[in-house]
C-alpha cells in the first residue's frame, strides 16, 4: 500500500466557496466502480443490477429512467455540475452517446462491481478490468476524433472518480459468508485494498492523474442491512461499520465523502416501497415511493437520494484543498 498515498490526490476547491469561476479547470469527469456511478452502462447487459425501469429516475430531467440508480442525479452528475464541466455524466456504454458528451467524461462504472473480481462475477457486472479496457477504447476513440494530443490531455487533466468496495463487504464477505469461513475482516480488508492500490496504479499507468479514490460509507446503516443484519430494531450492524472503517483506514488519505451523513430526516430506510430491503429489481413500478424525496437519504435501500448526494458532494468539494493545481 506503501505507494497509494501519492496517487490520493483531492480536488480541493476553495473557489467553489467563494463563487469564483470554476469553468475550464477540469477537461472531463469520468467514473469508475459500482452503482453509486453506474450512469446506466448495465442497461445493455444480463444483470438483475439494473435501474433503467420507473421509479428511478423520478427525480431526473424529464423523469426518465437512465439506470442511474437513484431518484436523480448521481455523484458524477453533480460533480460535472458544480465544476462547470456539464449537466450530466452518460454512460460510456449509451447507445445515444454524442462526441460532445464522449470528450467530457463518461462513467464506465457498473452496478454490483467490486474491487474484488469475485464481486463483479456474483452480480454479473462489468469488472474493473473491463472498465479499464473500455478507458483503452475511450482514448482511442478520442484520438480519431480530436488527436492524440488533445486526446491525452483530456484523459491526463480530467477528473476521474473511483467508488467501489461496498458490494464487496456486503455482498461478498458478509451476505454471501462463504469467504468470511476462511478469511476475517482484517484479511479481507487487505486484500481489497491491494486491489484499490493495483488499480489506481493501473489508471495512472494509463495517463489518469487527478484520481479520487472514495472510501466506502458505514455499510451497517444501509436500510437494507439495518433489516438483514440489525436485529428486531432495525439497528445499524457495529461489526459491518467497523470493516468499513477498517477499509477506509486502509485506503489511506482516501477521501471517505460517504461517510457523512447529511442531515435529511429519514435515514434509516429507503424512500421507495416499504425501504426496509427493496433494491432493484425489489424497487419498481409497482413500488410505492415517499411523498418527499429530498427529506430521505436513501432513494432505496441501498442508495442515497440525490438531495443526499448533493450534500455530500458540497461538504466533499469544500473539505479539501487545491491538490490538483
Ligand atoms: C436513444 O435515442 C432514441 C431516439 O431518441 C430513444 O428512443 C432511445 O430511448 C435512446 N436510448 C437510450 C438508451 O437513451
Ligand atoms: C486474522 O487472521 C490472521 C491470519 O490467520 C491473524 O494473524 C490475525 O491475528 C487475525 N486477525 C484478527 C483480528 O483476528
Ligand atoms: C499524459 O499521460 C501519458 C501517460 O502517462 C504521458 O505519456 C503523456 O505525456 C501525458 N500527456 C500530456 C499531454 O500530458
Given at each position: 500500500m506503501a505507494g497509494l498515498g501519492f496517487f490520493l490526490c483531492f480536488l480541493g476547491w476553495m473557489n467553489l466557496c467563494d463563487g469564483t469561476e470554476t469553468t475550464g479547470l477540469f477537461p472531463g469527469v469520468f467514473a469508475y466502480g459500482d452503482s453509486v456511478v453506474d450512469q446506466g452502462n448495465n442497461n445493455g447487459i444480463i444483470t438483475l443490477a439494473k435501474a433503467n425501469f420507473e421509479p428511478y429516475g423520478k427525480d431526473f430531467a424529464g423523469g426518465i429512467p437512465t439506470g442511474r440508480f437513484s431518484n436523480g442525479k448521481t455523484p458524477p452528475d453533480l460533480i460535472a455540475e458544480e465544476l462547470n464541466v456539464k449537466y450530466a455524466v452518460p454512460a460510456?456504454?449509451?447507445?445515444?452517446?454524442t462526441s460532445g458528451d464522449l470528450l467530457t467524461g463518461v462513467s464506465f462504472a457498473s452496478g454490483g462491481c467490486g474491487f474484488d473480481p469475485m464481486t463483479s462475477r456474483l452480480a454479473s457486472a462489468i469488472p474493473l478490468s473491463t472498465q479499464l479496457k473500455f478507458l483503452k477504447q475511450y482514448k482511442r476513440k478520442a484520438i480519431a476524433m480530436v488527436g492524440s494530443r488533445r486526446a491525452d490531455t483530456i484523459v491526463n487533466d480530467s477528473l476521474h472518480l473511483v467508488v467501489v468496495g461496498t458490494d464487496d463487504l456486503v455482498n461478498t464477505y458478509f451476505t454471501l459468508g462463504a469467504l468470511r469461513l476462511r478469511y476475517n475482516v482484517s484479511e479481507y480488508t487487505d486484500y481489497i485494498a491491494s486491489r484499490a492500490s493495483d488499480f489506481v496504479r493501473e489508471l495512472h499507468e494509463t495517463g489518469a492523474r487527478r484520481i479520487a479514490l472514495f472510501g466506502v460509507p458505514p455499510v451497517g446503516c444501509l436500510p437494507s442491512q439495518r433489516t438483514l443484519a440489525g436485529g428486531p430494531e432495525r439497528q445499524c450492524n457495529d461489526e459491518y461499520n467497523e470493516a468499513a472503517r477498517l477499509l477506509n483506514s486502509k485506503l489511506s488519505n482516501v477521501v471517505d465523502s460517504r461517510a457523512s451523513s447529511p442531515a435529511t430526516k429519514t435515514h434509516d430506510r429507503g424512500c421507495c416501497g416499504t425501504g426496509l430491503i427493496e433494491v432493484t429489481p425489489l424497487c419498481n413500478v409497482y413500488s410505492e415511493t415517499c411523498g418527499d424525496d429530498s427529506e430521505y437519504v436513501f432513494w432505496d435501500s441501498y442508495h442515497p437520494t440525490e438531495m443526499a448526494y448533493r450534500i455530500i458532494v458540497r461538504q466533499l468539494l469544500r473539505r479539501y484543498v487545491r491538490r490538483f493545481f
Open positions: 460510456f456504454l449509451d447507445p445515444n452517446l
